[in-house]
């Protein structure tokens, strides 16, 4: 059974750092691209960031860019993002999510698993 595990969510403020994680299980994931996503509440889920299945290819959300970086550990199965100088604005759920081939697609319906998210707070 495949499951995502998202950590490293929390409380920080304004201008601070998170890194969160992403644990995957149930299969090999290093073929498929690996995204995050999240959503604020009253909010739609919006596109983070994504990664390749080597790595060598990430895309971000204009909004991140420049501050987030995602990265991925294929012999650990893992996907993290770094988020620095973070502003009220990315307070939200963040998900992970893995998709079943490999490309990064911004759309929430093209990704086949997802974890259950973890809380990231701003405060400014």
């Known amino acids: 059974q495949v499951r995502l595990v998202e950590s490293g969510g929390g409380l920080v403020q304004a201008g601070g750092s998170l890194r969160l994680s992403c644990a995957a299980s149930?299969?090999?994931?290093?073929?498929?691209?690996m995204s995050w996503f999240r959503q604020a509440p009253g909010k739609e889920r919006e596109f983070v960031a994504g990664?390749?299945?080597?790595?060598?290819?990430?895309f971000y959300a204009d909004s991140v860019k420049g501050r987030f970086t995602i990265s991925r550990d294929n012999a650990k199965n893992m996907v993290h993002l770094q988020m620095n100088s973070l502003k009220a604005e990315d307070t939200a759920v963040y998900y992970c999510?893995?998709?079943?081939?490999?490309?990064?697609?911004?759309?929430?319906?093209?990704?086949?698993?997802w974890g259950q998210g973890t809380q990231v707070t701003i405060s400014s």
């Open positions: 990664i390749s299945s080597s790595g060598g290819t990430t």
């Open positions: 149930g299969r090999t994931f290093d073929r498929f691209a």
């Open positions: 999510a893995v998709a079943e081939w490999d490309v990064i697609w911004t759309v929430g319906s093209a990704y086949n698993y």
